[in-house]
């Protein structure tokens, strides 16, 4: 899978995108993460990314033409199954969400800055609108985070161990049962008999009441039919 994310602030993708899982993702070549700093598709000396407003409110706006400009670059070396703008009246990111994007070969994501894009972007060149939550953030590059961080995991051989994907939060609606490791006690505070019993069928009965009870207590939104 193939992610291009557009930026006035490349320099913010740097680390989250190039460590651990995702790092690992592109040396194995299930994921190629590329980030292209908008100012490179500026035709002005300063490099020009923003504009007042029409209207007279305060706060920049991305202009249109560098990002159309990049975007059609990207567009006429390959096709694109989406193209993502991270805005806080998306629709709200979740792990449905992110499964459907790993299927994908070739996504874009449009950070936005400044009070937000011109409209025509929205209505004319994005595909989908993702928001990670009802807060506004300054920049979308946060967000871009977000979005490659949770699909490139769950990229079939990605993570290495893919069972481990699979029984995390949220698959299957269920939140996920508590894990403990060595020593089995420290401080008086113990670790459930049931899994220190070697008794397979009944470890796997009390992750799934406990993935239960506590989607009850915690999340009942996630189970309501
Ligand atoms: N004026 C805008 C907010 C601009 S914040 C408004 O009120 O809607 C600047 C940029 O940060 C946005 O264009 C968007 O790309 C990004 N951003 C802010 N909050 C976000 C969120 N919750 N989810 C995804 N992107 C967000």
Redesign the pocket.
Known sequence: MRIDIITVVPELLASPLNESILKRAQESGHAEIYVHNLRDYTDDKRRTVDDYPFGGEAGMVMKIEPVYRCIEKLRSERDYDEIIF????GITYNQQEANRLSLMNNIIIL???????DYRIREHLITRE????D??????EL?ACVIADSVVRIIPGAIGDEASALTDCFQDNLLAPPVYTRPAEFNGWKVPDVLLSGNFAEIEKWQEDQAWSRTKALRPDLIKE
Not at 86 to 89: E, G
Not at 135 to 140: A, F, P, Q, R
Request: hydrophobic residues 25%.
């Open positions: 991270t805005s806080p009246d950070c936005g800055h400044y009070k937000g894009i993702i928001s990670i939550g807060y506004v953030l300054t920049g979308g967000a």
